[in-house]
């Protein structure tokens, strides 16, 4: 690969998911992503060897980036768990990662910011996507997990303790008014990728390995697998519309491997999304698919510190025009 003659300005994004490590070095202000490092995760082996590996990537991007003649602004991690406002990690459903200095350990290879990856994902669409023009939007990432954020003026809400994006994780209690019966139902266990394989597994006539195996079969006229579909996109709608009830956002931006996935998932979802919506002027509200695709997270993880940088312009501000002024990436406050 020809070395780039003309230094620029790049970072480097970390997505790392409970099943693979994605890495890429993306060119400021642009958002292009110039090379892209994969590795499987197994989280099995414990969050020191993920961790090693992590570093590995960076490493190795950095001398890419190094090579190019680019200057490195920082680095930016995304992780599958709840993350406060200092960039500690604050959960272990995916990632033996809760406790450990995970932002102290990449900031000895360069300026580093740990953030969530909904909240990535959110500022990726928010900088670079189908959130540009909207002010106020609700972002909704449909994969492995079900994760939710709220975004005003280019900036995901992250809450007091960084914990505001667990929209689809707690049980809504319920009781059969016709039994008695107690639910505890819990949407991710109903609508995620692992969710629709187990539900299919259970009632089909195939063994499934990924939720795109089901949505697919249901594509194809299995029945078991159009129900099962079906009913988790309604059941994704319903959740959605809560939160277009509560926030009153401009749009909806759905992302995630089973978000775009499209088809019937989709529409079950759109239409589950406006049937419960309340306001009239609410209830035709753009529901929009994310456009940065698979590369939503290590773009949104490199754009955490584009974000820092003095003057930047995220959201609607910078549908036309992107900051390059500063130089150098803002710690996390």
């Given at each position: 690969m020809a070395e780039n003659p003309d230094p620029t300005e790049c970072a480097i994004g970390l997505d790392v998911g409970g099943t693979k490590i994605a890495a890429g070095l993306v060119a400021h202000p642009?958002?292009?992503?110039?090379?892209?490092?994969?590795?499987?995760?197994?989280?099995?082996?414990?969050?020191?060897a993920v961790l090693k590996d992590s570093l590995a990537l960076v490493e190795d991007l950095m001398g890419e980036a190094e090579r190019r003649n680019q200057e490195l602004l920082g680095i930016g991690v995304g992780v599958p768990e709840l993350v406060d406002p200092e960039g500690n990690i604050t959960s272990s459903h995916s990632l033996a990662w809760q406790g450990r200095s995970?932002?102290?350990?990449?900031?000895?290879?360069?300026?580093?910011?740990?953030?969530?990856?909904?909240?990535?994902?959110?500022?990726?669409?928010?900088?670079y996507g189908a959130g540009r023009e909207y002010r106020l939007f609700v972002y909704v990432?449909?994969?492995?997990?079900?994760?939710?954020?709220?975004?005003?003026?280019?900036?995901p809400f992250a809450g007091a303790r960084g914990n505001a994006l667990i929209?689809?994780?707690?049980?809504?209690?319920?009781?059969?008014?016709?039994?008695?019966?107690?639910l505890n139902p819990v949407l991710e266990a109903f609508a995620s990728g692992p969710a629709l394989v187990a539900?299919?597994?259970?009632?089909?006539?195939?063994?499934?390995?990924?939720?795109?195996d089901v949505t697919a079969a249901a594509e194809e006229g299995d029945d078991a697998a159009f129900k099962i579909v079906k009913s988790a996109g309604e059941a994704l709608g319903n959740s959605v519309a809560f939160l277009v009830n509560v926030m009153d956002p401009e749009a909806v931006v759905v992302g995630g491997g089973l978000g775009t996935a499209g088809g019937l998932f989709w529409d079950s979802i759109v239409a589950g999304t406006r049937a419960h919506i309340w306001a009239e002027n609410s209830r035709g509200l753009p529901i929009v698919a994310a456009a940065m695709g698979v590369e939503s997270g290590l773009v949104g993880a490199a754009a955490t510190v584009f974000r820092n940088l003095?003057?930047?312009?995220?959201?609607?501000?910078?549908?036309?025009?992107?900051?390059?002024v500063g130089r150098k990436p803002r710690q996390p406050l």
């Open positions: 642009s958002g292009a992503v110039m090379a892209k490092r994969t590795l499987p995760t197994l989280p099995q082996r414990g969050g020191e995970v932002q102290r350990e990449f900031s000895r290879l360069a300026p580093a910011i740990v953030e969530s990856d909904v909240r990535a994902g959110a500022l990726a669409e928010a900088m990432t449909v994969g492995t997990g079900i994760s939710s954020t709220l975004v005003q003026d280019g900036l929209m689809a994780s707690s049980p809504f209690t319920t009781e059969c008014s016709s039994c008695g019966t107690v539900r299919y597994n259970r009632h089909g006539s195939r063994a499934a390995e990924r939720g795109e003095p003057g930047t312009m995220v959201g609607s501000e910078a549908a036309d025009a992107v900051s390059q």
